[in-house]
Each structure stands twice: as C-alpha cells, then as structure tokens.
C-alpha cells in the first residue's frame, strides 16, 4: 500500500509522524507530497494533518483520507477534495481522556473559585469566598460526541450535575443529562454555572457562543472553549467579562492561532488561556488508529470514524 503522509507540519512534526507511523505499518511505503505527485496513480490513502488546499487532486486511485486530527472543520474547507473519497478523522482514547482532563480542570476551578484566588494572589490580596459543593454546580456540554461525552461522563463522576446536549440526544452515560435540540438548549442556560464546548464546528455552530447565549446564563456563571476559535465571538465574551455576566472564561482554542500578541484575550484579567492543548495529538497511539484504518481499506473491512462531508463532521 502506497500511502501519502502530508499536513501542515513542520519537518520535526514530519519526521516524528513518519517514524511512528512506519513503525506501526512498515509493510506500506509512505510518501511525502513530492514522492507522491511523481508517482500519482500508485498512492492508495493519504493520512494527514491540514493538509494545504489541492493537496489530494490528481491521485485517481486515492480510496481513503484519514486524518491525524479529530476536528476536520479546515480539511472539509478545501473545495478541491477528490468526491467521493471516504474521510475518516482522528478518534483516539486518549485524547479523549486529555480532553476530559483539561475539563475536570477547568470546571474545578471555576467552581472553587481558584482563577479567582489567583487574581487575588497577583493582587496581592487575602479574601475568602464562600465554597461551593460539585453536587449544586451545574454543569452543561455542548457536543456529545468523542470528547463531550468523555467530558461529560467525567464530570459526573466527580460529583457534578451535568447534562449533556447534542442535535439528536445522546446515549445514555451515568449521571448525565441527555438534552437535544435548540429548545432544550435555551432552556438549560439559565441554569447553567459552567459551560463547556465541545462542539465540532459547521455552519451551524459557528458563533454559537455570542452575547444572546451569555445573557441567558445566570450571572457569573462560567465559559469554557475547548472546541475552536470560531465558536466564539471575541467581542461578545469580552462585553460579558466586563459587565460581570461571564465570571471568567478558560479558552484554549482562538480564531487565529497563535493568539495575535495584543489580544484582549492576553491580558484580560477573566481570562485563562492556553495554547491549544487540551487534548493534544499523541503520534504512538493516533498512529495505530490511522493504521487500523489503513488496514480495514486493504482487506476490504469497514472503515471507522468516518466523516460525512455535508454534516461537516
Ligand atoms: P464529534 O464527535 O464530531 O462531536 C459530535 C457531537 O456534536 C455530537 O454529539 C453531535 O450531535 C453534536 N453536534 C454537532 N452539530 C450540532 C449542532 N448543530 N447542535 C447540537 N449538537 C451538535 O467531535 P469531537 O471529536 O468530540 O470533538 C469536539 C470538538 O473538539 C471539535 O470542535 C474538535 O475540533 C475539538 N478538538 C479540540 C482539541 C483541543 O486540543 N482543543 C483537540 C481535539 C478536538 P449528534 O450526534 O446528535 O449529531
């Protein structure tokens, strides 16, 4: 199997890839971008990582496209993917439970008050704030798929209450709140004291966290972005900072990355933010996923985790 290796990494990215994935499948030949475009009509499969637009045209015998990233949102932009190529994204436990991790984390200290005790701390200020208990903070994940159900499931079991929402209502998961639909949606928000995204991004979550949905949260309450920049309009979150009706919000995910320096992100005081690392690619174990997949295609099996184009994800 001839198989093409190519994204927007730089050469350590690339060599890094390339080792752990030849390791996992050392029976295919793997090809760089100018490897594969000499021999065209031989590349089976493309694994990749952003790749830039126009990329995958002109390999007539391409039959899958699996990325290394579970958020396919850019990949799909590219108008000039072959029609009709399967496209599988990235699933892998482990980022899922990094994932769960960064959100445990998030939703911990939102509701003990810790980002607050650390603005306290550069202040240099000593004040006590009443402590709340898991069991009365409620808690609300958009997305339940991969990483929100993990998420979710998490949070439950660390005493939270949590409730989950997706288009069509999830499975069920211990102690978790299945919500679907838009009406479910807006009627939970006013109860909501943290709320998490995890929503892959379309058109129709695209600027979903904006100023109507802030208003409808009760005051205070918490935001946490771990899904992509475009969720969010910055200058919403920023108004719902400053007036108090957002207490503080951890983001980790930015319309251009890196966050430009001078960003009001940066240096807003009801910010905490991190550079895209909330659940971070780990090549060992993506690398088996993507073979799988590989595999599944050379034997004739069912491919996993595939894509469906017009859903957008
Ligand atoms: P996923 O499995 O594709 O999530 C699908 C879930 O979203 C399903 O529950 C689906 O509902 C729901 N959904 C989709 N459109 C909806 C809509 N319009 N209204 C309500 N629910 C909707 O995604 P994932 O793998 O969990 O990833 C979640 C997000 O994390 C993505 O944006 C991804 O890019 C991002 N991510 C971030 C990092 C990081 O480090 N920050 C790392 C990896 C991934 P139905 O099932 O009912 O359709």
Request: glycine letters at 8%; one cysteine or more.
């Amino acid at each position: 199997m001839n198989v093409l290796l190519c994204g927007d990494f730089d050469a350590h990215a690339f060599a890094a890839w390339h080792r752990a994935l030849a390791e996992a499948m050392p029976e295919a030949r793997w090809w760089t971008l100018d490897q594969a475009r000499a021999q065209a009509a031989a590349v089976n499969a493309a694994v990749v990582a952003n790749p830039p637009p126009g990329s995958l045209q002109g390999l007539p015998k391409l039959r899958l496209i699996q990325s290394l990233w579970a958020g396919v949102d850019r990949l799909l932009a590219d108008r000039s993917l072959p029609a009709g190529v399967p496209i599988a994204r990235m699933v892998d436990p482990a980022m899922n439970a990094a994932m769960a991790e960064t959100a445990l984390w998030a939703t911990l200290a939102l509701q003990r008050d810790f980002f607050r005790y650390a603005r306290q701390q550069r202040q240099g200020r000593w004040q006590q704030h009443a402590q709340r208990r898991a069991d009365e903070t409620p808690v609300l994940v958009l997305g339940q798929g991969e990483m929100g159900r993990t998420t979710a499931r998490t949070l439950a079991q660390a005493g939270f209450v949590v409730s989950g929402w997706s288009r069509g209502g999830s499975a069920a998961e211990p102690g978790v709140k299945s919500l679907a639909g838009d009406q479910a949606l807006w009627q939970a928000l006013p109860q909501t004291q943290v709320l998490i995204n995890l929503l892959p991004l379309t058109p129709h979550t695209l600027g979903l966290l904006n100023a109507p949905l802030f208003a409808t949260l009760p005051r205070g309450a918490g935001v946490v972005n771990l899904a992509r920049g475009r969720h969010l309009v910055d200058d919403d979150l920023l108004a719902a900072l400053d007036s108090g009706q957002v207490g503080h919000a951890v983001l980790d995910v930015f319309h251009a990355e890196p966050l430009p320096t001078g960003h009001a992100f940066w240096s807003h005081p009801g910010v905490t933010l991190l550079p895209h690392v909330a659940a971070q690619t780990d090549a060992r174990s993506a690398a088996a996923v993507a073979v799988a997949n590989l595999r599944a295609l050379r034997d004739g099996a069912p491919l996993r985790h595939r894509v469906e184009p017009t859903r957008g994800y």
